[in-house]
């Protein structure tokens, strides 16, 4: 069963349902960012932002509302020099957020204590290996 699939049963509310995959795909072109198929069949099917207790951070929808992927990851450009390739995936909580490196599908958690450095010069290790694991382990399935 595919990750799409899975979620369909964990996110079991039409209030989830995304209307406009148009959006979805504008959006990644605006960020400059070719991501994975997960990535994109994830935001295409799903709207957000999502509340889980697994990791006690709202994970943010691509497009909908003020604060949003787009806009965090563009402030974390103009702020912190974040790379293009990079998304982040939450808004901070306790000075932490959580990004996507879209070159190899890595998911990070970074602080702002050191850890954004070691980011940005390739030395933090990724908190989970590809997107699908960070999705498992967000939705606890």
Known sequence: MNIVSRL??????????????????????RLGVKVSEEVEAF???FAGPFWEE???MEFLDIIEDEINIESVTMECRRE????????????MVA???IVLNTLNDSVYRVDFEG??????NGGLEP????FEEFLNTYFNM
């Not at 912190?80 to 808004?91: A, D, K, W």
């Open 127 to 130: 908190e989970w290996q590809n």
């Open 8 to 29: 369909n049963e964990v996110l079991d509310s039409d209030i989830y349902a995304r209307e406009s995959a148009e959006e979805v795909v504008r959006a990644f072109q």
């Open 54 to 56: 697994t990791l006690g």
């Open 80 to 91: 912190h020099s974040f790379p293009i390739h990079y998304l982040v995936l939450t808004e």
């Open 43 to 45: 935001f295409v099917n």
């Open 95 to 97: 000075n932490e957020i």
């Open 115 to 120: 850890g954004e450095k070691k980011l940005l």
